[in-house]
């Protein structure tokens, strides 16, 4: 296993999963969630312009093919500007490791669009996963704990159906990025989103706010631009570059329980037992569904709609 890859997955996964931890205290300093999601994108849009550039030239970007384009702009703004946003307002209603354990939910969702799409019934090993990830997000909620699963539910449907975004952009970019490269198609993902945020937020907000915002505030800001979006995105696609997919992904169940050990240390936030079994489960899916996808063993037998 190439050490500089996996550090590089790992790395990425830490600094995502960093995102909740900055965005609690921005709402603590009174940013609403439309400015942390909106300042972000801006912030972070003209790192990714330049590592474009600078990788591949802006005569080749020119020259993208306008079908790829537009896919990775409308993946793009459905993911990092309608995704994006129901998930940071989510975390107004939960606690941050919480969002990061459900956000991760995403992989099972692909297994299953992948075998609807291709109308094969999943392996009884791939379906075990996908069980175990479900029954996992159940328990994160709150499980059996009806108090807690009521005060959790509507936040974590919100970042559930972020997760599903994600899902379709996983997918989108999986045939696109053969085309076109992943900085290119990061790239034009990443310009759509603030291309919608930007209106929304004027639309919603009072740009006069942006003046309110404390210097610590700013830093925060840049520092969810550059920390939790620019740099990880580089380090997960040179790390899958070198390592692979599978283990890539493997790798990255690194995030959650770092999130979770940066919310007890700054945020004082503490996981019930029930919440726990959930991210224990959850994490095993991944770790479940990532092992038969490198064994081969994704899809059981046909469906017998094909």
Same mark, same amino acid.
């Given at each position: 296993m190439d050490p500089i890859g996996a550090s590089a997955v790992m790395v990425a996964a830490m600094l995502f999963a960093t995102k909740g931890i900055f965005a609690k205290h921005l709402y603590d300093m009174g940013v609403s969630v439309e400015a942390v999601v909106t300042v972000r994108a801006v912030l972070a849009l003209p790192l990714f312009w330049w590592f474009a550039i600078y990788r591949e030239g802006l005569r080749k970007i020119l020259d993208t093919p306008r079908e790829a384009l537009i896919a990775a702009a409308a993946v793009g703004a459905l993911c990092y500007y309608f995704g994006a946003l129901i998930d940071f307002i989510a975390l107004t209603m939960i606690d941050a490791s919480i969002e990061r354990v459900l956000i991760f939910s995403y992989p099972?969702? $692909? $297994?299953?669009?992948? &075998?609807?799409?291709?109308?094969?019934?999943? /392996?009884?090993? $791939?379906?075990?996963?996908?069980?175990?990830?479900?029954?996992?997000? #159940? #328990?994160?909620?709150?499980?059996?704990?009806?108090?807690?699963?009521?005060?959790?539910?509507?936040?974590?449907?919100?970042?559930?159906? /972020?997760?599903?975004?994600?899902?379709v952009y996983f997918l989108i970019s999986e045939k696109y990025t053969r085309q076109i490269g992943? /900085?290119?198609?990061?790239?034009?993902?990443?310009?759509?989103?603030?291309? &919608?945020? $930007?209106?929304?937020?004027?639309?919603?907000?009072?740009? =006069?706010?942006?003046?309110?915002?404390?210097?610590?505030?700013?830093?925060?800001?840049?520092?969810?631009?550059?920390? &939790?979006? #620019? #740099?990880?995105?580089?380090?997960?696609?040179? =790390?899958?570059?070198?390592? =692979?997919?599978?283990?890539?992904?493997?790798?990255?169940?690194?995030?959650?329980?770092?999130?979770v050990v940066i919310a007890w240390l700054t945020l004082d936030e503490r996981l019930n037992l029930w919440q726990w079994l959930g991210m224990a489960l959850i994490v095993l899916g991944i770790l479940a569904l990532d092992l038969a996808r490198s064994r081969g063993a994704l899809v059981a037998t046909p469906s017998s709609s094909q």
């Open positions: 099972a969702m $692909v $297994v299953i669009v992948t &075998c609807w799409r291709d109308r094969a019934w999943p /392996s009884p090993a $791939v379906t075990t996963a996908t069980l175990l990830t479900y029954l996992g997000i #159940f #328990f994160t909620m709150g499980g059996f704990d009806l108090i807690e699963l009521k005060a959790n539910l509507l936040g974590a449907m919100l970042v559930i159906g /972020s997760a599903m975004t994600y899902t992943s /900085s290119r198609f990061a790239l034009f993902a990443m310009t759509a989103a603030p291309a &919608c945020l $930007v209106p929304h937020f004027l639309w919603t907000q009072d740009v =006069g706010s942006l003046s309110e915002i404390s210097a610590s505030g700013w830093a925060l800001l840049l520092a969810l631009g550059v920390l &939790c979006m #620019f #740099f990880p995105a580089l380090l997960q696609a040179e =790390g899958v570059r070198r390592i =692979g997919a599978q283990l890539g992904a493997v790798l990255s169940t690194a995030g959650p329980p770092t999130t």
